[in-house]
């Protein structure tokens, strides 16, 4: 723990609701859920997520929800929906790049939980300008926003995409090779984010998170191939395979990711999360068709210019320092996905 931290009664390792605790706040009616998991010493806190009604951000606020957290979302609306959310949480319909002093003066947020950004690959390369805009200056934006209150910080950054070609589980001290602006823009954002813990003291950290997938995917973020695969199966349609399909990846339960995300909360650098577990492009399209039970020939078009060969990442550290590791199988995370994409197509 550093020396600030501790000053402003952060505790490593502490989860959100043992950090600081919501003060009376009159804008927002302070109508909490009852959660029945919370000790009833130990009172809620506000949480800034932004991002929050993206993929991953959605179900971070689920689980702040559920626990009995007051939770304010920052999110432009430009890849995320209001469906995500339910509907007691409050969204502010508002762009990372503008100030935001104002909401962070309001709601006093114990953490900010920052996942909004331009998630798409390739969207980065081409317009890395747009790119570097919302992912560095943006993160910016919301460390300065943030920096008055001593909220605690955990940003949502990318191992695949800051690596590139991996020999093997890449810890977090291997050499920084992205291959693509996303990539860049991200190590710049994370510079800052350890840069403001250093200048300010409150815990400031870093997730690399590995390719996620599960239920609200977006097919254009890093993982969106299991989307991708889902829906054509479901669609009964042929799905797309670039290159061999022996390229693998580390997929990651946006179950685990929240896990860490919440447990990462209080401390400070820059931590791995994913598995360890290398799976090819082919195996997946298997493991999606058991989940689908159908089997559609794949169509195998050309491998894509930058398209990394080998990509996992190292789990050890998060595993000693933030007593996380994943939990759910790949099996097990695709077959919630596949449940859930059939339960909002019959409930549309
Ligand atoms: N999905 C993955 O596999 C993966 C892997 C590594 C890192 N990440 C990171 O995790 C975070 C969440 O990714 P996701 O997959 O949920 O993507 P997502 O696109 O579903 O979520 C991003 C959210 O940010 C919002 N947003 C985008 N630009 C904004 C702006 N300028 N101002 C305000 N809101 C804005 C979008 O509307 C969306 O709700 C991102 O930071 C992403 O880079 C994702």
């Known amino acids: 723990m550093t020396g600030e931290a501790a000053k402003q009664g952060f505790t490593v390792g502490k989860t959100v609701d043992e ?125 300065e926003a943030a920096r008055p209150h001593g909220t605690a910080f955990v940003f949502s950054s990318t191992g695949g995409a800051i690596y590139g070609e991996c020999d093997g589980p890449a810890p977090e001290d291997s050499e920084r090779r992205p291959l693509a602006p996303y990539g860049v823009s991200k190590l710049g954002a994370e510079e800052y984010v350890s840069l403001y813990g250093r200048l300010y003291g409150s815990p400031h950290v870093s997730l690399r998170y590995a390719n996620v997938y599960g239920p609200r995917q977006n097919p254009h973020g890093e ?36 896990r860490a995300t919440l447990a990462a909360v209080g401390h400070s650098g820059a931590y791995n999360v994913g598995t360890g577990v290398e799976t090819s492009v082919l195996e997946l399209y298997e493991l999606c068709c058991s989940a689908a039970g159908a089997r559609l020939e794949p169509e195998l078009a050309p491998a894509r210019m930058g398209e990394i060969e080998r990509s996992v990442l190292n789990p050890g550290l998060a595993a000693r320092e933030l007593e996380w590791s994943a939990e759910e199988t790949l099996e097990q995370g695709i077959g919630a996905a596949w449940d859930a994409l059939a339960t909002v197509e019959t409930t549309a």
């Not at 909004?116 to 919302?134: L, T, Y």
């Not at 669609?235 to 990711?257: C, H, K």
């Open 19 to 143: 950090l600081a605790p919501a003060q009376p706040h009159t804008h927002h009616a302070p109508s909490l859920p009852t959660e029945p998991d919370r000790p009833s010493s130990i009172q809620a806190v506000r949480a800034i997520v932004t991002g929050g009604a993206g993929f991953i951000g959605s179900h971070v606020v689920d689980a702040l929800v559920a626990r009995g957290d007051q939770v304010t979302v920052i999110d432009d609306l430009s890849t995320g929906k209001r469906e995500n959310l339910s509907r007691d949480v409050e969204l502010v319909c508002r762009d990372v790049r503008e100030p935001l002093a104002d909401v962070f003066a309001e709601v006093r947020p114990a953490a900010c939980f920052h996942l909004a950004a331009q998630a798409d690959v390739r969207v980065s390369v081409e317009q890395p300008h747009f790119d570097a805009d919302v992912n560095a200056l943006g993160t910016i934006r919301v460390l």
């Open 223 to 258: 993982a969106g191939v299991v989307a991708i695969f889902l829906g054509r199966l479901r669609a009964g349609e042929r799905p797309l395979i670039y290159g061999d399909g022996r390229q693998t990846r580390d997929f990651v339960s946006v179950a685990d990711v929240v």
